[in-house]
């Protein structure tokens, strides 16, 4: 059962075009979906997740299409948006029986059931009585993704889930993620090129609501290898090498600049050593296309 | 730096559109209002002397506007504009941008707080723009003066800006600290209810200046400073800044600096990075403290649980009882509305205290009292609620940013708003249960047990629920649709609140169209119960009901699930994916709304002709055009009527038959006989209506009810014919007006006005000039002149008769006790009907009621006088007080007066559906809402027994009205009302002593001098009195007890005697004022004669006052008072422009002691002394210790500032603002 995106496009009232002809195809598995703040992600899995509509397209998840049977999908789907909040005095138990109600969980004892199962299994059992609204920000995550689990989803939607984690948090989180990944669709956004290595078996980058690529992480290693180089440089000089090269990051060392810069050519002549491409720098190429 | 502050804070405002609709809800608001009052509407027209564009008129608009449900808007912007200032630098977190800059704290907090003020001024400022707009519309006529500037702008300044300046700082002040709108909220409905509970204690006189001075908004203030005010003086006095209202001005604008000043100390950029203060009175602590996550390894998932996931019909039901559950747990669980009900219950309780006065006597807290006295103001706070919880719920997941979590949940928008739905009914039944029980608990902690708990079932959870559940409705229908909360709060108010006015003041009053309407009602009366009227009032609701849920039907296609904003995407991700149960409910509530809808239209325009105040008013006009001329054809006049009459209680239908005899009385034949008849138009259906002469009828007017016969053989100068009538009463269905209560379940009540009556009706004309000059009518006197000898051939009771001799047959159901006029010949019950038969046997007006219901009746007798009692079953409280008023009234007037006419006197009660008492021939209508349920407490000295002194004034109309009575001009009600209020004064002095007669008359002089402030036409003298109720009862009380202590008892009840001796029954010409005031005028000495024009022929007011006043103790131990005391002398003209007459009067002075046990004053010295100049120094010895002294200390004369009359010795009385130069005091010293 594949998640297919034809065709979709969506642009806002206010001109922003949000979704520019969006088509992939999502299988199985954990699926990263990176871009830079702005790039479409969230718009792109809100309307996956029946919260928003496409000006056109399709997306079907087997056999849903999801555009007009939006009842059925949410029935399989498990949402963690990006920014959410929770009642103010409600204890996390009771809202993640809540949510069970509304995921239609009606048998009592199953629903006990499956609600402690998942405060322990995102190690809130403990605190369950505590005000969800009290929590601190990997607890609140983790409830998070406790309540997009309910209800054994087929298609789990998490949207940058790790900003804000300390490593240790983040860590822990990857884990979980990557558990649910072997059942389901899992998409993953983010703008943290590390969570997408870890976990994700196939990857699309986006920017400015296109996907400039798709594929899985090596392929997208692949596609740069050899033609990443690096300098380090005085800061002053940033601008002319900015207007000379393809300059897709830089990051302040010892009061010097290490740039990585993408060109197909050797620059060694130039002074530039070449670097063993990482993800990180499919992914600033990517968004620093020209 | 404050500059930029100020100015980016305007600026900010400036480009918000919310400021420009609130600017122009306010301009429209006043507009509409100031266009309605000149007159620019094209609605039906009343007389007034007042003018629009007065500082009067302005203030009296922009203080209306703190009151109730439009303080609440007041509120609602304010709160918009000015709570929000520093809050949402936090709110949006600029703040650290702010506070890290080198900015003063003062620039910051003045800067953002006199900004965000000044777009607060600017906006409420559309009211007096709104309004003078408005009143532009009336120049060229009567309705507006010169323009003024000042005239608008003053109050502006004197209620607006120091309200707004309080409120808005309140609203600034409790935001910023507590981050919360709700706090704020809170607090100005505090100042709601100060301004509420101050509205309804001014009942008690007593109790006036503490309302005016602790009162918010100054409305109070405004009211007392100007209560006086005669319509010439609200068109030309500025508003008097001085006194209580320059007190309460102040007083608050204090308050508001000192609450400003606290703020700014209180106030550190810092207090942003604690966290908020918050009011958490109710919840408990949160229990553990921080807790550090324990770390662990997760387990697999695989040992998740399995579970089965239901999507049927039956568990979307569940989930909507479970999520109403959760929501109402949510709403209720806020201090807000706990607050809110402590609140309320608080508001009835105090409000209980002050209800049904009447002179200050409370009533019994009878069931009906309690809904709607008390609950009053708590139903006011449910819609306050219910307009908030609406929004609140609706918005309840977007603002806690779980809108997302639960959007992508496979739980149905149906179920989503329609568990908010139930669980803010669920709210309302708590709330509802709140009112009841309080209400129970004011009864009970009253000492009153005769709850009806029927009652109470049906209005609060019968009728108000229904009601607020539609309403409720509504505003989340409204909310869904609304782009943010407080927009819906607004949008929620346009039907349930602007609409209203709007169409109020363009009589816009068709049911079918005013929301949530209840359709005609009666009021609950413990007689009738609830009337026929209930299943009417579920149609309605039905008619609402299901219009509202259509719109709840049609909102949910654009349900806000998700993110997006505009509609037409809301309508592609909720509309488009319902089912076919979405189109059956929708189709079942149009169609119900639809048919309830033309049902109700087929009853109130097709059964019923639907007319306007303004097509009411086209009708009474062509009135007069078609039939004046016939107004001086002379008709036949009444001289026999016997009736049978058929009341059918339970189909509230009434079948007639009767005949008149009609005697010529004049000196030449007549012709033409002109009848007025009740038309089918009201459902009056005539079989029968012809004289028993040869005659054609010349014309039949079957809208306006008259019709014309012409006799082919003249009715020659004392001869007389016979016309007979018979019609039936069947009412059919209902229509927009409230409903006829002529004839009901129980307690019909109806006089001859439903009969037949000859010749053209002049009181049909329209009376109103500037509606008369708009059809073409020339201008008319409100009443014939006093000495029109014409006039004089009617008495003011009947124009078509003098004295009849009347009987009547009347039938009711067994159940029942019909009564009429007359004494009972026989009684007999026939085809399980019950039979009555009573003859009058002496000459009566042509002045007649019927009454019948289910009674109770008590007797007892004076000497060989029979009297009655009918009441209602559970009402016995006063019938003791009744009986005994009765006894000692027929004491006083058979002995001072003059014999009784009848063998009986009876007292009957009807329903509240009027509440007065009339009296008949022997007969006395007595509401139930008088009287009947008054609680008269002996114990407290300061009450007034109202039964009694109602009882007494109706039986004096049996000498005053029923023996003489007036003609059709002005002062004649002087002979028969004013002569009964001094008449039942006499009998109550008689029963309680003069020192209770004081309170009595406080409220007398108080309601004439309130009454002259609304005088639309002209205030007249007491002898020329055109049926001017502040007049003949109010006035008309102070004079005659004046006039009674000037000439004495004896001389003034002897020249009465004998005025009635020569008028009692007298046929036409009747008599008039003239000649009563004449023979009063003949037993007053000469010095004293100058009282009876100042009283009667002239509008006399006197300003007395004490200048000031000491005294010294001499060594006989007896003490020595020396006191300045002033009086001016004034005489008004008809608008109450008053000029300055110079004082030659006898007046009171008097000294007294408070110093015994009992605490009250003591008279140490009374006498009348004469002001012959407008002040005056005395010397007085006396025996005993002083405590106040003064002129006219027991206010007999006609005074606007009764407090200065005596002052207190030790303290120095305020000085009294004179027309001219100081007074040259006059030295006299009177002897030991």
Known sequence: MDLIIENVSKTYSNGLKALNNINLTIPKGMFGLLGPNGAGKSSLMRTIASLQEPDQGTIRLGDINILEQKDELRKVLGYLPQDFGFYPKVSALELLNHFAILKGIANKKERSEIVNALLQQTNLFEVRKRYVSEYSGGMRQRFGIAQALLGDPKLVIVDEPTAGLDPLERNRFHNLLSEIGENTIVILSTHIVDDVKNLCRQMVVMNKGTIQFNGTPSQAIDTVNGHIWKKTIAKEELPDYKKAYHVISSHVSEGNLNIHVHHTESLENEGFMAVQASLEDVYFSTITKK | MFKEIYFFELRQGFKKPATYIYFSIYFGLSLVVGMAIVGYFNTATTDTNTIANSTYAVSEMLVGFNDSILGLVNSVILVAIMATAIQKDYEYNTHPLFFTKPIKKSTYFFGRFLGAFTLALLVFFGQVIGYFTGTLFGLGTDLVGPFHAWSFLSPFLVFTVPNLLLLGIIFFSLTTFTRNTLTAYLLCIILLIIRIVSDTITADLDNKTMAALLEPFGANALQLATQYWTPSEQNSLAIPLSGILLYNRLLWLAIAIAITAISYRKFHFSQFLAPAFKINWFSKKSAEGEQTAIVSPFDSLARLPKVTQVFSWKQGISQCLYLAKFEFKKLIGTTFFIV????????????????????????????????????????????????????????????????????????????????????????????????????????????????????????????????????????????????????????????????????????????????????????????????????????????????????????????????????????????????????????????????????????????????????????????????????????????????????????????????????????????????????????????????????????NDSIQGVKIFVLREKLQPGDSLKLSFAFRLEPNGFSNNNPSTDVVHNGSFFNNMLLPSIGYESRAELSANSARKKYGLPPKERMAKVDDMEARMNNYLSKDADWIRFETKVSTSVDQIAIAPGYLQKEWEENGRRYFHYTMDSPILNFYSYLSANYEVKKDKWKDVDIEVYYHKGHEYNLERMIKSVQHSLDYYTANFGPYQHRQVRIIEFPRYASFAQSFPNTIPYSESIGFITKVDDSDKSKIDVPFYVTAHEVAHQWWGHQVVGGNVQGSVLMSESMSQYSALMVMEKEYGRDKMKKFLRYEMDNYLKGRTSEGKKEMPLMLVENQAYIHYNKGSVVMYALRDYLGEDTLNKALRNYLQKTAFQEPPYTNSIEFVNTLREATPDSLKYIIKDMFEDITLYENYVKDLSYTKRQDGKYVVNMTLGSQKFKADSLGKQVRVPVNDYIDIGIFSNKDSSGEDIPLLLQKIKMDEPLKAFTFTVDREPTSAGLDPYNKLIDRNPDNNTWKFGSTPPPVRLDDKEETTVTIKVGE
């Open chain 2, 340 to 699: 809110l009900c402590a609140l309320g219950i608080v508001m009835m309780v105090i409000i209980s205290q002050f209800m049904g006065s009447m002179y200050d006597t409370e009533t019994y807290p009878v069931t009906y009292q309690i809904l709607e006295v008390a609950s009053g103001g708590f139903l006011f706070f449910i819609l306050i609620i219910l307009v908030f919880f609406a929004g609140n719920s609706i918005w309840r997941e977007r603002e806690n940013r779980l809108d997302e979590l639960v959007g992508a949940s496979p739980v149905s928008n149906v179920v989503l708003f329609f568990s908010k739905y139930l669980a803010l009914i669920f709210v309302l039944f708590i709330l509802l249960s709140l009112v009841l029980l309080t209400g129970v608990g004011v009864q009970l902690s009253q000492g009153f047990t005769q709850i009806n708990l029927t009652e109470y079932m049906v209005e609060l959870y019968g009728k108000s629920w229904l009601s607020m559940s539609i309403t409720a409705g509504l505003c989340m229908a409204v909310q869904v649709l609304s782009p943010n909360k407080y927009l819906g709060f607004f949008i929620s108010l346009v039907p349930i609140l602007f609409i209203n006015i709007l169409f109020g003041l363009l009589e816009w009053n068709d049911k079918l169209y005013i929301f949530n309407s209840s359709g005609p009602r009666l009021p609950y009366s413990d007689m009738n119960g609830f009337g026929h009227t209930l299943p009417v009032y579920y149609l309605y609701k039905a008619y609402w009901l299901n219009i509202v849920l259509f719109l709840m039907l049609v909102s949910l296609l654009f349900f806000p699930r998700g993110k997006e904003k505009n509609y037409k995407a809301k309508y592609r991700l909720s509309g488009k994916h319902y089912g076919i149960g979405y189109k059956v409910a929708m189709l079942a509530t149009w169609t119900i709304a639809f048919s309830c809808g033309a049902y109700i239209y087929y009853n109130t325009h097709v059964l019923h002709v639907f007319r306007t105040a303004l097509e009411i008013e086209q009708l009474q006009a062509d009135y007069e055009k078609t039939f004046k001329p016939y107004e001086r054809i002379r008709q036949a006049r009444i001289t026999h009527a016997l009736i049978d009459v058929d009341i059918y209680p339970d189909k509230r239908s009434l079948a007639t038959k009767g005949y008149y005899f009609l005697k010529n009385k004049h000196e030449v034949p007549l012709d033409t006989l002109y009848i007025n008849y009740q038309t089918e138009e009201d459902s009056y259906y005539f079989s029968e209506l012809a004289p028993d002469r040869a005659h054609t009828v010349l014309q």
